[in-house]
């Protein structure tokens, strides 16, 4: 007879039992029946009171059995659910156990990095959210990222940065504007606040239409008038909201200049390397004609000196000792000019330093200060005396210089603060006189042989230049009437 399955064994479903200590299964097996109660203990390796499996001893890595909720209909299904189970999970291996918990840690570990990535795209798709809106807000009161001329300066980026973000800051607090708290608009103080904020954005937003169209226009030598146009803009904003005492603040006012004077500044750094790459390019031109003009000035003694060899040959064969010693003598001038070629193609510093005047084309008090390497100095200055000018101009000084280009640098920094275009470097004139240009010459111990303070300008006198008015004339008239 057999017996009923004692409590804590299973059926496997491979025809044993095995004992299950409330937690877990363990290694203990039985035969799957008993033939009696008495053997049934001895049979089977049953665990008792005192010879029971305990947890420590389990199997590692075998799950735990899970709590099941057993309905009050439906039981056997789900009984027979559980045994189904139970089936598979005997039926496995501890290798396949452990390779399905890895494979379980690992989809959880995916889903755990999914879920992260998600939170931080979250986060991120917040962040633009609030740029969005805040740039909405700027763009409500007329505040764009436009294209500055200072955004590419390696010099002004960052000073443009950070005044643009103050500029972004003021508007953000309400630092821009200025108006009143306490107005009303038909008996409502809550009307009256937005109509206040309403007119305050319109306002705001034609000024900083105002200060854009101002940063766009500005020139490298017009900043003065931008900003003038910019403070009749917050004139003209303040003299609309002068209902609600709506102003432009003068801190972002002069933010706004600010901006504005960034700009100016980067084009007048432009138009500077501009000038200056400009006067490299005609200096280079300069070199090139001065090297030109002495290869062919050299060729030209060359063949003069080959003909007087020539010639001095022709005479000494015929025994003439006056003509051949005054062609040796020419030979020898011919010879020293060949070498003064020669050095002048070798020195590039040395040249002619000129200062030049014209009184009919600026008037008294200005004068032009420069050099040239050319072999025919005076060609230059009939160059700058061309159809542009209505008047030729007059020499006060041209000399010779072994270092031509330090003596025009020194006049031209004696007097950097008299010059008469103080953006364009080229323009070489300065508000001064012939005789402080002489005085700045000898106090620099440079040698002048001729100087010539006086300007003759015969064009400018013979064209009326000096012509006396009506006036002058006929008293002069009736003087040489009455005079003896």
């Given amino acids: 007879m057999t017996t009923p399955t004692p409590a804590g064994w299973y059926d496997d479903g491979h025809g044993q039992l ?44 075998v799950p735990a059995r899970p709590s099941v909720h057993v309905p009050m209909f439906g039981a056997r299904k789900v009984a027979k659910e559980l045994a189904a189970k139970l089936d598979e999970l005997g039926a496995m291996s501890l290798v396949e156990i452990e390779e399905r918990t890895a494979q379980a840690q690992r989809e959880l570990a995916a889903l755990q990095s999914q879920i992260g990535a998600a939170h931080a795209e979250l986060q991120q798709i917040q962040a633009q959210l609030v740029d969005v809106r805040n740039t909405y807000s700027l763009q409500e009161v007329g505040l764009y990222d436009f294209a500055h001329p200072a955004e590419n300066s390696a010099t002004l980026a960052a000073s443009l940065e950070r005044c643009r973000a103050a500029i972004k800051d003021a508007v953000k607090s309400g630092h821009a504007v200025t108006a009143s708290q306490h107005f009303t608009f038909n008996n409502s103080v809550a009307q009256g606040r937005k109509f206040v904020t309403s007119l305050s954005k319109a306002m705001l937003a034609a000024y900083n239409a105002e200060a854009e169209n101002c940063v766009k226009a500005v020139r490298a030598g017009n900043l003065q008038t931008a900003q003038a146009r910019l403070l009749k803009a917050a004139t003209r904003v303040e003299d609309s909201g002068r209902m609600i005492d709506l102003k432009i603040t003068e801190y972002y006012q002069r933010l706004r200049l600010d901006e504005l ?26 070199e090139r004609r001065v090297e030109e003009e002495l290869r062919r000035q050299r060729e030209r003694l060359e063949k003069e000196r080959q003909h007087y060899q020539n010639a001095l040959a022709a005479l000494r064969e015929r025994g003439d000792a006056a003509g051949v010693a005054d062609l040796e003598a020419k030979i020898a001038d011919v010879d020293r000019a060949i070498a003064d070629v020669d050095y002048r193609a070798a020195n590039v510093r040395c ?134």
């Fill in 18 to 61: 095995r004992w299950w200590d409330g937690q877990r299964w363990t290694e203990h097996t039985a035969p799957p029946t008993a033939p009696t109660a008495a053997t049934a203990s001895t049979a089977a390796t049953a665990p008792t009171a005192a010879t029971a499996p305990t947890a420590t001893s389990a199997v590692a890595g």
């Fill in 261 to 286: 004077a960034l700009a100016a500044q980067h084009l007048q750094a432009v138009q500077a390397e501009k000038e200056q790459e400009r006067a490299e390019r005609e200096r280079l031109r300069e």
């Fill in 351 to 484: 040249g002619y330093v000129y200062v030049i005047s014209n009184i009919g084309s600026f008037g008294e008090g200005v004068v032009k200060i420069g050099m040239t390497r050319r072999q025919e100095p005076r060609e230059r200055v009939d160059e700058l005396g061309d159809a542009s000018v209505p008047f030729r101009f007059d020499i006060h000084a041209l000399f010779f210089v072994d270092d031509a280009v330090s003596v025009e640098a020194m006049l031209h920094q004696e007097f950097a603060d008299r010059r008469v275009n103080k953006v364009n470097n080229r323009r070489e004139f300065f508000y001064c006189t012939p005789e402080e240009v002489l005085a700045a010459l000898q106090k620099h111990n440079v040698a002048v042989v001729e100087y010539r303070t006086e300007a003759e300008a015969p064009e400018f006198r013979l064209s009326g230049g000096t012509r006396p008015l009506p006036q002058q004339a006929k008293a002069v008239e009736a003087l040489d009437a009455v005079s003896p």
